[in-house]
């Protein structure tokens, strides 16, 4: 069974700055990733690493202000998130795929996956 413990998250004036944290125990696949859900939406995919090859993926309107890293050979990673705008405001979810494959695929189309508790992050105006 995955575990997936967040860290992080918070409330945050509308430029500022927040750093997520997740650390996967008993997991042995190649991606792990960060998703968000803001109420009334559907979840969707912020950023996804492949933890063995250390390549990154961002969904296009993150890439910039967002960054996805690894700790070197464990399975944490983290988001750190500049310049945040309100309408970043959304629950956080740190998850990995069922399967081995591509991280960027799966960050598009998470399905079969396991997910962390959530982490609240809301930008003020």
């Known amino acids: 069974q995955v575990g997936l413990v967040e860290s992080g998250g918070g409330s945050v004036q509308s430029g500022g700055s927040l750093r997520l944290s997740c650390a996967a125990s008993?997991?042995?696949?190649?991606?792990m990733g960060w998703f968000r859900q803001a109420p009334g939406k559907e979840r969707e995919g912020v950023a996804s690493i492949d933890v063995w090859a250390g390549y990154t993926y961002y969904r296009d309107s993150q890439e910039g202000r967002f960054t996805i890293s690894q700790v070197d050979r464990k399975n944490i990673i983290y988001l750190e998130m500049n310049d945040l705008k309100p309408e970043d405001t959304a629950t956080y979810f740190c998850g990995v795929p069922a399967r081995i494959g591509s991280c960027n695929t799966w960050l598009m189309n998470p399905t079969e996956s396991s997910w962390g508790q959530g982490a609240q992050v809301t930008v003020a105006s």
């Open positions: 008993q997991y042995t696949g190649n991606c």
